[in-house]
């Protein structure tokens, strides 16, 4: 494992609200932040998140509310601020693509690949998705619909400028073989390779004149046309967190990125656009790009047409901040799509929340007051007891599988790590049940007593540790009631949902 971690989640178009998919990316970057450091060092981990303010999508949003497209960014963006905030995401860096030090550093990577003749000029006619900003060659449409959105196309020609995507197609082909860790899950690995095999790449056309389109960073070469929206959004990884000196040398204290957290809707840009764009600029790639899952509604996905956006913060209000994290986190293993329904987090709070974590820390925090006054027993846990030999040791194993799946070189199974969180817990509340601790108290057997409580008071201890990153409320909210010695019990966590 490296000794940094720079994470970012992708730049959130700034056109409409921040969604529950928005979210989702953000909470499981945030996680993995938080883990990491945990394991590295506050100072070594950098998490980066933001927003993407270029574009026709902002340029039309901002024309129906009759704004100019950076007062209505600037109202937007607040939006994903607040939010962020009562999502507790602990972000280093909030980057917009209107800022001076991303703007400054998009004219100098179009500038040195300009020099290095990678951007050349020419005519264009094509078909051009508006909602999607996405052109089309007459090959790949079989109507004059978008194949990805099925609104109607507009036919376009003009002069544009374009960079030499193609040339690079044999080496992305090698990197990503001799890369395996380079896309992951792996289907999406295998999924971005066989389109590379099976498909010759175009020139990516990278301008948009300005009489169409003027919100947008000017190309240096060509005032007349601003940049495509992609080739401006994607630079953010290396505008962030660093800068080209005069001699057109890229310096940064975090590049390459160790994760870019995305949305499998766009891996074809982070995939294969981005990692080109950066070696015809001589830097490396980022070590991995993780495409997670969809979160659907009714199986369907979620649009302002359908009218079934869900808000988060409708979510976090309702059901409280971490309840919203750990089922998003929980219930779907990451790189597959979900349904997402408020039934759904009922049943996993009711059960995982209330039912286990919320259940052992309130009984285990009860016994220490009836039995010991408050005051955490002081005592040797020895070998004698079984049970606690069991659990001692599960406790160690928990570490491990943690740092297999949430480490550098694991799949980011969230899902998969809360369960052996879980699997803790659910020893621990089945400890109670088989040692049966009102007849040890009845029998005086206060030698045993001690024991049983002390065993339990370290598995909160040790789950408090690894929920920390996942639910960090609730991590803090049980460290305040089980201090060194004295406890101060509380409400019960998660009182249980009547449905
Ligand atoms: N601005 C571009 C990204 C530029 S990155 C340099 C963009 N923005 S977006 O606002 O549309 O957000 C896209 C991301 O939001 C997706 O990649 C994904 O991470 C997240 N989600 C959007 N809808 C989602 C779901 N329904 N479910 C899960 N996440 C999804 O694309």
Redesign the pocket.
């Known amino acids: 494992m490296g000794n940094k971690f720079y994470i970012t989640?992708?730049?959130?178009?700034v056109n409409a609200s921040p969604?529950?998919?928005?979210s989702?990316?953000t909470i499981a970057a945030d996680c993995l932040a938080r883990y990491m450091r945990k394991v590295l060092g506050e100072e070594n981990v950098w998490f980066l998140t933001g927003t993407?303010e270029h574009g026709q999508k902002i340029q039309r949003a901002a024309q129906e509310l009759k704004l100019n497209p950076q007062e209505f960014a600037d109202k937007t963006v607040l939006q994903f601020r607040d939010l962020w905030k009562t999502l507790n995401i602990s972000y280093n860096d909030f980057i917009r693509t209107t800022e001076d030090r991303h703007v400054n550093t998009v004219s100098k990577a179009l500038e040195i690949l300009f020099e290095k003749k990678q951007i050349y000029s020419a005519e264009y006619e094509g078909w051009y998705c508006t909602p999607c900003e996405t052109f089309w060659t007459q090959a790949q449409l079989e109507d004059q619909f978008c194949p990805d959105c099925k609104r109607p196309l507009e036919k376009i020609s003009e002069t544009n400028y374009f960079f030499k995507l193609s040339q690079y197609q044999d080496w992305l082909i090698s990197y990503i073989r001799a890369n395996p860790g380079f896309i992951k899950p792996a289907s999406r690995y295998e999924e971005v390779l066989r389109f590379l095999e099976l498909n010759k790449l175009t020139d990516l056309c990278i301008s948009r004149p300005k009489e169409r389109l003027n919100w947008g960073i000017p190309l240096p070469f060509s005032p007349e046309h601003v940049t495509y929206v992609?080739f401006d959004?994607?630079i953010?990884?290396i505008s962030a967190v660093g800068s080209f000196d005069k001699n057109g040398k890229y310096i940064s204290k975090w590049w390459p990125a160790d994760l870019h957290l995305?949305?499998k809707?766009?891996l074809r840009q982070h995939a294969v656009y981005w990692p080109i764009m950066l070696h015809a600029l001589d830097l490396e790639p980022p070590k991995t790009i993780f495409a997670?899952?969809?979160?659907?509604i009714d199986e369907a996905?979620?649009s302002k047409s359908r009218g079934n956006v869900v808000s988060p913060i409708e979510m976090a209000d309702k059901f409280g901040v971490d309840v919203y994290r750990y089922f998003l986190l929980r219930d779907v293993p990451f790189g597959l799509d979900g349904n997402f329904s408020e039934e759904a987090i009922i049943k996993r709070f009711n059960s995982d929340l209330a039912n286990d974590l919320g259940n052992l820390v309130y009984r285990t925090l009860t016994m220490v007051e009836k039995y010991f006054s408050g005051r955490i027993p002081e005592v040797n846990i020895t070998a004698k007891d079984n049970q606690a030999k069991v659990i001692g040791l599960k406790m160690e194993q928990l570490d491990v599988k943690l740092g297999c799946n949430l480490g550098l070189s694991g799949d980011y199974n969230f899902s998969a790590s809360l369960e052996g969180i879980w699997e803790l817990i659910n020893i621990a509340n089945k400890y109670v049940e088989d040692t049966k601790p009102w007849n040890l108290a009845k029998e005086n057997k206060t030698e045993e007593l001690k024991v049983f409580i002390k065993v339990l008071v370290g598995v909160i201890n040790k789950v408090t540790q690894a929920i920390s990153p996942f639910i960090p409320e609730t991590a803090a909210s049980i460290r305040g009631q089980i201090g060194d010695r004295e406890i101060k019990k509380g409400k019960p966590l998660f009182p249980r949902i009547d449905t």
């Open positions: 989640t992708p730049l959130y178009y969604h529950i998919g928005h989702y990316t993407d992609w959004a994607l953010n990884y995305i949305g809707d766009i997670h899952g969809w979160w659907l996905k979620m």
